[in-house]
């Protein structure tokens, strides 16, 4: 346990040094054996805290010790534990490039990046519900079997993986891509990987041992800039493509750019003026 707790402290560190949480926000848990879990506890900052702050829990979210309260998120991480049983640890805290696409529900788009496509594929959104509740915590169910990040509306993002360290790798991408997707936005549509390169990374995906729906779950390879299992759910949580089109449209704009007779003026203009002057 000591090591755990020493680990739990350092990605707690490392979420503050980032911005992802501010005060005390966020939380951080670890699977001890099938019956405890290792948490952090409430009202405390993730940048400052010892090891002998941390609080044992068990799967029904009784505290079984600690000098210190509890969470009252952990059951987010219960529900997350006992959906996949390959996961040892979960980091919930509040990115702010991530966090922005929660508040405004965007759907985060695919086959832009090729190490996002390797390591996070789709992301999904969470519908909001009230952190703290049960219906918080089933609100990640759709999704836990099928990712590693989700986005939880209004609130920030969720991760987990096999160690605290690969946990919060997952936010930490996620929010380096949320990043360059608001910085890009301004300069024009998102230019998208073209299918066939998309389905080399898939490709690369499986070779190196990564899940992907779009490899094996249902409909696997119709369409590789998202798929239906997660987009199904985009109506019940208010989520749609508002401020990054998704690649049909941008094709379909590009393939209908036209020139309006003001334009061809200037333009004869131009070459008019040009030849004059050799």
């Not at 941390?54 to 959906?83: A, F, N, P, T």
């Not at 703290?132 to 939880?152: D, E, M, R, T």
């Not at 003026?265 to 002057?277: D, F, H, P, S, Y």
């Amino acid at each position: 346990m000591p090591n755990a707790a020493e680990d739990i402290c350092e990605i707690g560190r490392r979420l503050y040094s980032r911005g992802f949480t501010a005060a005390n926000d966020g939380n951080i848990s670890m699977r001890l054996d099938q019956e405890r879990i290792l948490c952090t506890p409430t009202m405390t900052s993730k940048g400052f805290m010892n090891p002998d702050d941390l609080c044992v829990v068990d799967m029904d979210g009784e505290q079984i010790s600690g000098h210190k309260r509890r969470s009252s998120e952990v059951k987010l991480h219960l529900e997350i534990y006992r959906q996949r049983e390959d996961v040892n640890s979960v980091v919930h805290c509040h990115p702010p490039h991530a966090t922005a696409f929660a508040v405004a529900r965007e759907a985060i788009p695919q086959c832009v990046l090729p190490e996002v496509e390797i390591f996070l594929g789709e992301v999904p959104i969470a519908k909001y519900e009230t952190p703290g509740s049960q219906a918080f915590s089933n609100s990640v169910v759709p999704y836990v079997k099928h990712c590693n990040v989700i986005v939880l509306a209004n609130h920030g993002t969720v991760s987990f993986g096999t160690t605290p360290e690969l946990a919060f790798w997952y936010t930490d991408i996620l929010d380096a891509y949320c990043k360059v997707l608001l910085l890009a936005q301004p300069l024009g549509p998102l230019q998208y990987i073209p299918d066939d390169k998309c389905k080399e990374l898939l490709t690369y995906k499986q070779e190196w041992g990564y899940s992907d729906l779009r490899i094996y779950g249902p409909d696997a390879g119709c369409n590789v800039c998202g798929h239906q299992s997660f987009r199904g759910h985009w109506k019940e949580a208010n989520v749609d493509r508002r401020a990054f089109a998704d690649r049909q449209e941008t094709a379909s704009a590009n393939s209908n750019v036209s020139l309006s007779s003001a334009d061809i003026e200037r333009i004869a203009e131009k070459v008019v003026a040009k030849l004059k002057t050799q």
